[in-house]
């Protein structure tokens, strides 16, 4: 297995990834979740069959650059990195692997293009989060409020990478060895130590979320086969309810539910593997 860095020019400057070519065989890019990067997926790569792998740091994330000033993060930034990503491959179909964030970009890549779509395979969230109408206006007057607030103090410098890795440790609940993949990959040097990488602007609410029924409807429109893996137990902000009420609305969904935390791609990555290894190898 040769992992390489890959960079694929875009519009606004530069998407990273890490690059596992393997010609003829079924092609997959990886979407990792917020504020994580490519290197979540590396636990997976030796328990994986034989992919033709991209392993994709979104904008603002990893190594990939930010954003302009002046502009907005959203999950539509994401699907259409997503799809420059593969046009740059040369890939007209390929499937989808997504933990979090990832697998609700994901989802919207295989709403959006369903012709270009395989197979789906979604970690912990199927579609993005959804809002009630009732806080439309709220949510909206909060993110703006935070848009254009003067900056606030400086982002957090850690003398050495052990205290970045202990911090994310406690942040996510990773184990160490998960913690520093993604700490490698996500910080940058700076005077007097290092800094995430990950651009600040990500950490800001988004003007507008999809309704639920919204949600449903994407859901919905899913043509490929799709296979979601639940950890258990959920996470607060996307309750059991919600996650059985998606699946009802996948035409073709099959479902693992096993117990672990949110990052179970990374700390079960053997178990994780071979419920997922042969779905994505098609």
């Known amino acids: ?39 979540s997926f590396l636990p997976l790569l030796p328990h994986l069959p034989e992919l033709d792998l991209l392993l994709l740091d979104l904008p603002g994330h990893g ?19 997503t799809l ?15 933990h979090s964030m990832g697998a609700a970009v994901a989802a919207l890549v295989a709403a959006a293009v369903p012709h270009r779509v395989e197979r789906l395979a979604l970690v ?34 850690f003398p050495d990478l052990a205290v970045a890795v202990r911090a994310r440790m406690q942040a996510s609940q990773l184990d160490e060895a ?12 700076v005077a ?8 600040p602007r990500l950490a800001r609410a988004a003007a507008s979320r999809l309704t639920e029924a ?19 137990p959920a996470q607060s902000y996307f309750p059991d309810p919600v996650r059985r009420a998606r699946l009802t609305a996948v035409p073709q969904a099959a479902v693992a539910v096993i117990p672990g935390g ?17 779905f994505l190898a098609g």
């Open 192 to 199: 007097g130590g290092y800094t995430w990488s990950s651009d």
């Open 1 to 39: 297995m040769s992992l390489r860095e890959v960079v694929i020019p875009v519009a606004w400057g530069e998407l990273a990834g890490l690059r596992l070519e393997r010609p003829g065989r079924p092609r997959v890019i990886a979407l990792h979740g917020w504020l994580d990067n490519a290197a």
């Open 84 to 98: 420059d990503a593969t046009d740059a491959l040369g890939w007209d179909r390929f499937a989808l692997l997504g």
């Open 214 to 232: 919204q949600v449903l409807a994407l859901l919905a429109a899913l043509v490929c086969p799709v296979h979601v893996l639940y950890a258990d």
């Open 124 to 157: 912990e969230t199927p579609g993005p989060l959804a809002e009630d109408v009732e806080n439309t206006a709220s949510r909206l007057q909060q993110a703006v409020a935070a848009a254009r607030a003067r900056p606030g103090t400086s982002l957090r410098v």
């Open 262 to 278: 949110h990052h179970l791609h990374m700390d079960q990555a053997t178990r994780v593997a071979a419920l997922l290894g042969s």
């Open 63 to 81: 190594r990939s650059t930010h954003l302009p000033s002046g502009a907005e993060y959203g999950l539509t930034t994401h699907v259409h990195a």
């Open 178 to 189: 998960c913690a520093r993949l993604l700490v490698d990959r996500g910080t940058r040097p």
